[in-house]
């Protein structure tokens, strides 16, 4: 599965290696970035691309920021530094990451979360990674990992993201996460309570590909938006879903690719499988602006 970026070419340096001097007058800029995972070689070629300034500017980073790729430890220590510029949702590499630190699941065999679990900061990265949260609204943009549920609107998914965060930051954290792993409930129920109540929200927010009309969730599916599995669609085509209106930027899937809608934004492009590490710079009222860097494959895709 060979990836290449798939956006408009980039009009700032990137795939064409010229990078022309930024302004120092440029006015403030707000970036949404794709999956890093552990890319961050990549992570740090692209702030040099789009010419990013930590004084100046704000990066919004949709979550996958750990593993698969080589240095899981750098991009949090980067993105640690860039405290009060760079916001972070938390995807489910992220989850899994805590969970296999805390010693309640075992690694995968394509994980490479090693160098993070024995670095010699390991509970500040991994402290730093459990306090982020699952859904942010800023700039008019509704930011998850993965998706939202059709019966969710912004104000909901915003709500159910603060209930699972509690508890990822609460005595419960560590219990959760190891009851975490499952695929049912599949449909979210505003009555659900309990462990049944967070599966559903963990799974929509940093799961969440393909869904029925009624929201019934599949997860067996990785193709793009076109393998849906008969009776299913991606989240975003769901008629009447409640966040219609609104903007939802996420990332998660590589095989869909970048999308800019005006209702989704799609920025997961593979960096990690040899495709690109993609930043969207948004233009209020403008068409937005993909800037992207290719990366080297950390990982081959498993059979
Ligand atoms: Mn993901």
């Known amino acids: 599965m060979a990836h290449t970026c798939l956006g408009r070419p980039p009009r700032i340096g990137g795939l064409h290696g010229r990078t022309p001097p930024i302004p120092d007058n440029r006015l403030m800029a707000v970036y949404l970035i794709g999956d890093v995972q552990g890319c961050d070689e990549a992570l740090e070629r692209l702030l040099q691309t789009i010419g990013f300034s930590a004084s100046r500017d704000t990066l919004y980073v949709l979550g996958d920021l750990v593993n698969r790729g080589p240095d899981s430890v750098g991009v949090l220590r980067r993105l640690m530094a860039l405290d009060g510029t760079a916001y972070c949702v938390m995807g489910n590499h992220d989850l899994h990451a805590l969970a296999v630190a805390a010693g309640v699941r075992q690694p995968s065999r394509m994980d490479t979360l090693q160098s993070l679990l024995e670095a010699r900061d390991r509970e500040t990265l991994l402290g730093w990674l459990r306090q982020q949260p699952l859904a942010l609204q800023a700039h008019g943009v509704l930011m998850v990992h993965a998706g939202v549920l059709p019966q969710w609107s912004a104000q909901d998914t915003l709500g159910h993201a603060a209930e ?31 462990l049944p109540r967070l599966r559903v929200i963990v799974n929509a927010l940093t799961r969440l590909r393909f869904c029925s009309a009624d929201g019934t969730m599949e997860f067996q599916t990785k193709e793009g938006a076109d393998g849906a599995p008969a009776g299913y669609m991606p989240w975003f085509d769901v008629p009447a879903r409640r966040t219609a209106g609104d903007v939802v930027a996420f990332g998660h899937w590589s095989t869909l690719g970048w999308l800019d809608r005006t209702d989704v934004i799609a920025l997961d492009s593979g960096c990690v499988w040899g495709g690109c590490l993609s930043a969207l710079r948004l233009q209020p009222g403008g068409q937005h602006e993909l800037l992207q860097v290719p990366c080297p494959p950390a990982q081959k895709p498993g059979p």
């Not at 449909?187 to 309570?193: F, I, K, N, P, V």
């Open 164 to 194: 699972l965060q509690d508890v990822l930051r609460g005595p419960e954290g560590v219990a959760f996460l190891q009851q975490m792993y499952g695929n049912e409930p599949a449909r979210w129920d505003d009555a659900l309570t309990g």
